[in-house]
Nanobody
Framework: QVQLVESGGGLVQGGGSLRLSCSVS????????MGWFRQTPGKEREFVAG?????????YAVSVKGRFTISRDNNAKNTMYLQMNALKPEDTAVYYC??????????????????WGRGTQVTVSS
């Protein structure tokens, strides 16, 4: 069974930074893309950032572009990070990670993914 574990969330003042980590286990394939998502109460989970297997191709939501950086561990391909800078109160959410065949799948079809971790809470104060 696929397991996803997110960590690194916390409380930070606006303008501050946090670094989230994610690890995926239980997948029997390789070559998969990974991505970050976030959700606030009463709203649907939304795509934040995605990265391909090589770590070369990335994709960001407009709301975080230029402030967030997604990366992947070159030695441990099942590990991914999200560096979040210049945080804003509207970034407050539970952040989740996931993996899929492609970044496009993460962007368009993430609602169909079966497995999700518990997420990590990010709270940005004003």
């Amino acid at each position: 069974q696929v397991q996803l574990v997110e960590s690194g969330g916390g409380l930070v003042q606006g303008g501050g930074s946090l670094r989230l980590s994610c690890s995926v286990s239980g997948r029997t394939d390789s070559g998969y893309a990974m991505g970050w998502f976030r959700q606030t109460p009463g709203k649907e989970r939304e795509f934040v950032a995605g990265i391909d297997w090589s770590g070369v191709t990335t994709n960001y939501a407009v709301s975080v572009k230029g402030r967030f950086t997604i990366s992947r561990d070159n030695n441990a391909k099942n590990t991914m990070y999200l560096q979040m800078n210049a945080l804003k109160p509207e970034d407050t959410a539970v952040y989740y990670c996931n993996a899929a065949r492609s970044i496009s799948t993460l962007v368009v079809l993430h609602t169909t993914l079966l497995y999700w971790g518990r997420g990590t809470q990010v709270t940005v104060s004003s």
